[in-house]
């Protein structure tokens, strides 16, 4: 019980580290935005609770569930968008953290329904390619995920149509990592529209 303990522990700071870290950077507002990591030996998701000041949020705080959203531990509900998590987690076997993010302009990019081409070479490894953008589906559906699957099992982050972002990755540090380059990608992006025709990378057209 006592290595129980340490990891789950472990696994509760890591969440709780990145959700602080994305707020402090500005990817969502208020209480927007959830992220989980995925313990496969219990078949667990330990996850942000739902509608919580991240501010004031605290490991006790975190909330454990199974991927159907049956809480095995904590003292708040999850994350609304459990399913969505839970969905990329069934479907996604080498997804082991998912980060859901509204920064700003990457948003603006999901509102518009529109994709963001390789404009930069980051999106290569990170992203794998360009930025897609899945279908609209009710906020806290399981639809939510199940749209996002079929392009994460290519991309390692998607745009969700009037919603926002969506990034996956082995570990919380890349998941995270991704969801940043997601951000500074539709950033760039955007201001190369301002300032001219942005030019796509050879090789990367389509």
Known sequence: MEEYGRQLSALKQEVLNTAKKAYREKLMAGTSGNMSVFWPERGWMVITPGSYDYEIMEEKDIVVTDLDGQVVEGCHKPSS????????????????AVVHTHSPYATSFAVNHQEIPVVLIEMIPFLKGKLEVSAYAEQGSAQVGLNAVPILERKNACLMANHGVVAVGETMA????????????????????????????PGYEE
Not at 83 to 96: D, S
């Open 81 to 96: 968008e459990w399913r969505m998590h839970g969905e990329i987690y069934k479907h996604l076997p080498h997804v082991r």
């Open 174 to 201: 890349s998941a995270y990592t991704n969801s940043v380059y997601v951000e500074d990608t539709a950033r760039i992006y955007h201001m190369a529209l301002q300032a001219g025709r942005p030019v796509v990378i």
